[in-house]
């Protein structure tokens, strides 16, 4: 069983705070945060803005843009880190906010900054076993809830934002989801993790070293899976961390960076949202077209990673 890409949609909140705003508060500069990060602006949501507030929004999107209803979905998976509430899931919150009447089944997924690739992993195998029809996919993270305005190695990398795809079974083997990798290394915990106070501890080199191991590692695994090569891919979007990650990932797959979808410079760090944030700008401006295919790999806490093929 194949499956397709039939909508997409997303959100970013309205404030956008830029490097100007950090140097007023903290020892830090534009130069200094973008040279090192790639990162020029980032969204924060408002104090009462919500994942499932985002989430939702990015949903609703989705849905119109595939000119469907929320009861035409059959499960909904949501990929976040940063859920307001221990329980009920997002995936069932934005269930009810969108006024499912199926009794639709949703549930969330944490992978971090891998999210979203573990919720397309899911969402594959539901294809291939023949259990779910349409399957909408959402990634919703609200990273300012961890975010330490005082520590200016972490406070300047994180955004907010949600974005959303709806793919649906389909009779082709090679469009929609083509593949997907998931991996983890529990012993890596000490180099990415949150605390109980709900802030971010990161040993910045060591998760530089092995981000730029294995994010490679995992989009090779899926192209020699694929039976393909960098030269047959038209896309790359790696998780928008860093753009030093980015571009040192680009080298070691001897990828050129024209064909590099990068937003980390507007976005910064999303974590689960990432991808599909990144994946609905390049919709939204014309910059991939129907039937390219995109690889997208992903790196974070856990440690975890993996990739997805996906042809759009």
């Given at each position: ?214 994010m490679p590692d995992a989009a090779r695994y899926i192209m020699q899976h ?43 760090n999303t974590s689960g949202a990432s991808g599909v944030l990144a994946l ?33």
């Open positions: 069983m194949g499956n397709r890409l039939i909508g997409y949609g997303s959100y970013l909140p309205e404030r956008i705070v830029t490097n100007a705003e950090f140097e007023r508060i903290m020892d830090t500069t534009d130069e200094w945060i973008t040279t090192r990060t790639g990162i020029k602006q980032r969204h924060f949501a408002s104090a009462d803005e919500t994942v499932v507030d985002m989430a939702s929004a990015a949903a609703r999107r989705a849905l119109e843009n595939a000119g469907i209803s929320i009861d035409d979905i059959d499960l909904i998976i949501v990929a976040t880190t940063t859920p307001e509430l221990d329980f009920p899931s997002v995936g069932v919150q934005v269930a009810g906010r969108l006024g499912a009447t199926n009794n639709i089944p949703a549930f969330d997924v944490r992978g971090a900054c891998t999210g979203y690739i573990y919720a397309l992993h899911c969402a594959r195998a539901f294809f291939t076993s023949g259990i779910h029809n349409r399957i909408m996919l959402i990634g919703a993270e609200k990273m300012t809830r961890f975010v330490d305005m005082s520590d200016r190695s972490t406070a300047v990398l994180f955004g907010d934002g949600a974005g959303a795809l709806i793919f649906e079974r389909s009779t082709s083997s090679y469009s929609g989801i083509i593949d997907t990798v998931v991996m983890s290394d529990g012993g890596g915990f000490g180099c990415l993790h949150g605390t109980p106070d709900h802030r971010i501890s990161m040993n910045g080199p060591e998760t530089y070293r092995r981000a730029v191991l294995c694929a039976g393909i090569t960098a030269e047959n891919v038209d896309w790359i979007i790696p998780h928008q961390a860093n753009l030093r990650i980015i571009t040192s990932c680009a080298e070691k797959l001897c990828f050129p960076l024209d064909k590099i979808l990068v937003t980390v410079d507007r976005h910064a609905a700008h390049a919709f939204d401006n014309g910059i991939i077209k129907p039937g390219q295919l995109v690889l997208y790999p992903a790196f974070g806490s856990g440690l975890t990673w993996g990739a997805a093929l996906i042809r759009v």
